[in-house]
C-alpha cells in the first residue's frame, strides 16, 4: 500500500506528535508499505529518507503551548505537488483543524483520508469559531481516529461526529531491552550514609519534558522537592529536556539544587536507559494532554509512574492500578506521594509488573495493526464506490453487461 502521512507540526522540534508519525512510518515500512511523511522543517534539519520537508515552520500559539506550524501559499503548492508525486492509496492527516498542513492537505487531497486527532481541549472557542471553515475539509475525511476518549470527546462536542479511539502506540521492547546507566541509578533505597539524624534515605526521581513550558509541570515538582529532600535528603532529580536550567532551579534554597542534575535534550537510547536508570518517573503535567506517551515509555521501561491526575492520564495508568495518581497541581500531594513510594520497594515492584503488563496493548504490533484495519476500510470502500460509478456509466452508455 502507498501511504502518505501528513505532520502538522516541525520536525526538527520534537514532540508527541512527530514521534507517534515517525514511529508509524517506520513501522508500516517494516512491513514492506511504501510510506512518505509531508512536515515543516527548517533546511538545515537532517531528515529520514521517508520525510518530505514542506518549508520552514513559524511558532504559534496553540493548545497552551506554541507549536511549529506551516501555512501560506507557499505551503499549499508543496503540499498539491507531493500529493501529485505521491500516486497514494490513503492520505493520512493528523491534526486536520490545526492552522498547519494537515488542513491544506485536507482542502487539496482526493481519495480516501484518514484524520488522527490528537488534541484535547474540551473548552476551545477557536475550533467552536473555525468550525464554518474547516466543515468543507472536514466533510472529506473517510475515517477518523482519536488517541484517546478525551481527544475523541473533544471531537464530538466541537466539529460533530465520531471517531474510533486508537491509542498512541510505543516499541515496548526497545525500552524494556535497555540497559540502565549506573550514574543514573541510586545506590539503593535506602542509603548506606548515617547522619545525626539516622539513615539518609535516597532515590532517583526522572522528568523528561520541556523546562521552560509550564503545563508539562516541572515547577509543580520544583515546589516538591525541598519536602522530598527533607524527608529522603539523598535524593536526585534526573531533569531530560531542552529549557533555562538556572531559572527551573530558582527557587530551590542555594543547598538543594545540587540534587537535581540536568541532562539536556537525551537521544531516543539515553531517554530508554533513563527510564530504566530511575526509582520513580514523576510526570506532573498541569494540563492539555490527550493521551501521556511518555507514561507508555515509562511503564515499557519498567518505572513505577507517578502522574497528576489528569483524565488522559488516569486512563493511560489503568485509572491508578498500573501507576499511583495525585491531585493535579498540588506540590504536597505529590511529595507525599513520592516519599511514600520511595520508601516501599515492594510497592514499586507491584507497579513495575502491573505497568509491564498493562503496556502490551500500546505495542506497535497492537496499534499499527488497528491502523492498518482502518486503511484497508477506507480504501476498500473507495473501490467499491469506483466500482459502482464505472457500472453506472456503463448503463448510461449502453456497455452494462448481462
Not at 135 to 161: D, N
Request: hydrophobic share 45%.
Amino acid at each position: 500500500m502507498k501511504i502518505g502521512i501528513v505532520c502538522p507540526y516541525s520536525w526538527d522540534v520534537p514532540g508527541g506528535v512527530q514521534f507517534h508519525i515517525r514511529d508509524l512510518a517506520e513501522h508500516l515500512i517494516r512491513l514492506g508499505h511504501q510510506v512518505s511523511v509531508l512536515a515543516p522543517a527548517d533546511d538545515e534539519t537532517p531528515l529520514p529518507p521517508y520525510v518530505v520537508s514542506a518549508g520552514r515552520a513559524v511558532p504559534v500559539p496553540y493548545n497552551g503551548s506554541v507549536a511549529r506550524l506551516n501555512f501560506g501559499f507557499l505551503s499549499a503548492a508543496r503540499v498539491r505537488r507531493w500529493l501529485h508525486d505521491g500516486t497514494f492509496d490513503v492520505i493520512h492527516i493528523h491534526e486536520p483543524t490545526s492552522p498547519s498542513l494537515g488542513l491544506l492537505a485536507c482542502w487539496a487531497a482526493q481519495g480516501p483520508i484518514v484524520a488522527t486527532f490528537h488534541t484535547s481541549n474540551p473548552r476551545s472557542r477557536a475550533m467552536i469559531a473555525a468550525y464554518p471553515i474547516l466543515q468543507p475539509a472536514l466533510e472529506k475525511i473517510s475515517a477518523r481516529i482519536a488517541v484517546s476518549e478525551y481527544a475523541r470527546r473533544t471531537l464530538v462536542e466541537h466539529l460533530g461526529g465520531d471517531a474510533v479511539v486508537i491509542p498512541n502506540g510505543v516499541d515496548v521492547g526497545f525500552f524494556a531491552a535497555a540497559e540502565p546507566r549506573a550514574e543514573w541509578q541510586s545506590k539503593g533505597a535506602r542509603s548506606s550514609v548515617e547522619g545525626a539524624g539516622g539513615r539518609r534515605e535516597g532515590g532517583t526521581i526522572g522528568f523528561i519534558g520541556r523546562i521552560d513550558e509550564p503545563r508539562k509541570g516541572l515547577p509543580v515538582l520544583m515546589r516538591a522537592l525541598p519536602a522530598i529532600l527533607a524527608a529522603r535528603p539523598d535524593t536526585r532529580l534526573l531533569v531530560a529536556g531542552r529549557g533555562d536550567e538556572e531559572e527551573a532551579v530558582a527557587s530551590l534554597p542555594e543547598k538543594m539544587r545540587e540534587r537535581v542534575e540536568f541532562l539536556g535534550m537525551v537521544s531516543d537510547e539515553d531517554k530508554a536507559r533513563l527510564l530504566r536508570s530511575v526509582d520513580v518517573y514523576v510526570a506532573p503535567n498541569t494540563g492539555g494532554e490527550s493521551f501521556g506517551i511518555i507514561l507508555v515509555e515509562a511503564m515499557s521501561a519498567g518505572a513505577p509512574v507517578l502522574a497528576s491526575d489528569l483524565d488522559a492520564f488516569a486512563q493511560v495508568l489503568d485509572l491508578g492500578a498500573a501507576g499511583e495518581l495525585f491531585a493535579n497541581e498540588d506540590a504536597d500531594a505529590l511529595a507525599s506521594a513520592a516519599i511514600r513510594l520511595l520508601g516501599d520497594p515492594e510497592r514499586r515492584t507491584e507497579l513495575r509488573e502491573r505497568g509491564t503488563a498493562h503496556v502490551r496493548r500500546f505495542d506497535w504490533s497492537t496499534v499499527g495493526a488497528d491502523i492498518l484495519a482502518v486503511y484497508e476500510t477506507v480504501t476498500d470502500g473507495a473501490a467499491s464506490v469506483a466500482a459502482d460509478e464505472r457500472t453506472g456509466l456503463r448503463a448510461r452508455l449502453g456497455l452494462a453487461r448481462d
